[in-house]
């Protein structure tokens, strides 16, 4: 496996080139790589089949090792041969790994996972996005309360604190992180779950901050991951490489994520799914982490379509085969605490558990909805593959007719849909999404 001082190295002494000239030259590659392996997506079969998925294998192996990863703080290419990438591969595909987090009580093991498989995915499932001081606890209890939340991947993040804006690198970021990690201790022992994994560690985003927040009592080794990430598309910088380090040196899992947006410099799903897979490869090679997400979506922040989902599928399946690491990824919809989001989280839920899905690390946006997605995903698992795509085009289907109906695409916020002093969903809520998924069983969702 490739060192971190080679990446180094690489990162100092690889080919100078312009960050338009890199994006340039992925575009014109991908679309190469794409046509060469006779790569085509067919948004009616969203279950993707061997074939494929070998072949967006091969193909994410040839545009990784042809056109490398851009370190934007040098201007400069690091460059992999065709050995060293598939080096990376063969090393994963020969020891499958079980990630594990928390302690005690509380902890959680994520193992690899294939498309057949009769377990269901984990549900390592957070409450996302930016938060409000006056109901960050209530928000977080509502996922921490749940059973069958194994732990949560993510957690909400404060825009400001008393008034006080979240500036990375400055003093107040550690100031609201402290104060994050103070009321989410405060939520854990509140529901007697004191060992959960708490997953991604998101509002400390400087080295600074990281450092200062990996400690007893807030975050250690056994709850947290912290992000690694080469950005969409194909671009690091040393940040990552430093955080890497961090990770190995403390025993902490890496968060290794792969992302890739349809429209963009990839046009369409199947470019999509190629770059995700090279991605994936080049972060497991300097993160060497036991997981990977991967997450695509479109220019407008939107997924849970069917490009997507073959995307998603597509990388999946081509990981599942070849790489065997335990695979992640979001499955939900929006807008936010909506029936329709519970809808369209239900046609991911039967295309992703049937893709080789391992853990969700987004389900939904409250307490509630992460249970309910969580039994889709379970009663999902091991479909014939044919009808699992033939009932995620028809919920699909179904969510454009709803939405068709939408006033607003806005989110709804947390204190409308639950009492955020009870922390139980209000009446007209739950009631709300028990009638989806009562929809959903008349259109043959295996309940």
Known sequence: MITLMDFQERALNGPVKKPDDFDMELAMKIREIVAKYEIESNFEELVVDDKTADAVFNAGVALLSELGVYQMDTQRVIEFSKEEVLEVA????????????????????????????????????????????EWFSAYVQSFAQEESVAGMGILPGLASLDGIACKAGTLSEFHVVRWEQERIREVLEKVGRPGLNLGLLATASEMSSIFATLQPGMREPYNTQIGVHIMPEMKIDWAALLKAQFCRDRGINPWQSSMSLIGGLCRN??????????????????????????????????????????????????????????????????PWRTPVALMQ??????????????????????????????????????????????????????????????????????????DIETVKPKPEYEASLMKIKDELAGMGFPY
């Open 269 to 334: 799903a199947a470019d999509v799914a190629v770059t995700m897979v090279a991605n994936g490869l080049a972060q497991l090679s300097y993160g060497q982490g036991p997981t990977c997400s991967f997450f695509p979506n479109h220019l407008d922040g939107s997924w849970g379509t069917p490009q997507s989902i073959w995307a998603f599928s597509a990388a999946a399946r081509a990981s599942e085969r070849n790489i065997k690491v335990p695979t992640g990824s979001c499955v939900c919809g929006s």
């Open 345 to 418: 989280a239900a046609a991911v839920a039967a295309a992703y558990s049937n893709s080789g899905l391992a853990y969700s690390w987004i389900s939904g946006h409250t307490g509630l909805e992460a249970r309910l997605i969580g039994e889709m995903m379970a009663v999902t698992v091991n479909m014939d593959k044919a009808k699992a795509s033939e009932l995620s085009l028809k919920i699909l289907a179904r969510v454009d007719e709803m939405k068709k109906d939408m006033n607003s695409m806005d989110a709804v916020p947390f204190p409308e849909v639950y």
């Open 90 to 133: 063969n090393a994963y595909k020969a020891d499958p790994r079980t990630a594990v987090f928390g302690k005690g009580a509380d902890v959680m093991e994520i193992p690899y996972r294939t498309c057949d498989d009769t377990k269901a995915p984990i549900l390592n499932s957070g409450p996302p996005a930016v938060a409000q001081q």
